[in-house]
């Protein structure tokens, strides 16, 4: 069956570095795009971009800072997130989320979230 | 960026009563419109794609409609697992966006 398995919760100073990894099994990798949505405490879903899981090409939704960056290692199937120069402000659950194809579209199967907190 | 907005914020509903979920986009959208269900501590699940499609395993009690900046989704017989929030999502115009959810509550 379709999984996506993501890494624990991190807690972190600000101006610190996080990586969110999101392993995914029981399909082809390849053939699903993958997507990052965050979600502050309390609040709605922000999607934060997707992954070309075939090219490994990044598209970010918003980010002029280039603070989030999207990757892949195909070899594992998984795919990361990472934020530097963390604020209080990135304190969220951030979820991975599979597109049913190759181009970022609906979000049909969900990872179980990693919430991560920015606190001095 | 196109904002989504659902009405109401909160929808009180009785076991059984019919239940209805609005949103509406800030521009004309095509079918790309999907529906999530999101309990306490859990990650989102698609119920509908395509504006009306169910996603796999979603009862039929689950409908969406709608076209252009006016979408719906109805329970038709809402259940005790059925009270949630639930967001719509675009995936018509770049970035795809969601709106701020729907909470249905028992009344």
């Known amino acids: 069956q379709v999984q996506l398995v993501q890494s624990g919760s991190e807690l972190k100073k600000p101006g610190a570095s996080v990586k969110v990894s999101c392993e995914a099994s029981?399909?082809?990798?390849?053939?699903?795009?993958l997507s990052w949505v965050r979600q502050a405490p309390g609040q709605g879903l922000e999607w934060m971009g997707w992954i070309n899981t075939i090219t490994g090409n990044p598209t970010y939704a918003q980010d002029s800072t280039g603070r989030f960056v999207f990757s892949l290692d195909t070899s594992v199937r998984t795919a990361y997130l990472r934020i530097s120069t963390l604020k209080a402000e990135d304190t969220a659950v951030y979820y991975c989320?599979?597109?049913?194809?190759?181009?970022?579209?609906?979000?049909?199967?969900w990872g179980q979230g990693t919430l991560v907190t920015v606190s001095s | 960026e196109v904002v989504m907005t659902q009405s109401p914020a909160t929808l009180s509903v009785s076991p059984g009563e019919r239940a209805t979920l609005s949103c509406r986009a800030s521009r004309g959208l095509s079918s790309n419109l999907a529906w999530y269900q999101q309990k306490p501590g859990q990650a989102p699940r698609l119920l509908i794609y395509g504006t009306s499609t169910r996603a796999t395993g979603i009862p039929a009690r689950f409908g969406g409609s709608g076209s252009g900046t006016e979408f719906t989704l109805t329970i038709s017989s809402p259940q005790s697992e059925d009270f949630a929030i639930y967001y719509c999502?675009?995936?018509?115009?770049?970035?795809?966006?969601f709106g701020q959810g729907t909470k249905v509550e028992i009344k």
């Open positions: 029981g399909y082809s990798f390849s053939d699903h795009a």
């Open positions: 989320a599979r597109s049913s194809t190759w181009y970022a579209t609906d979000f049909d199967f």
């Open positions: 999502q675009q995936y018509t115009h770049w970035p795809w966006t």
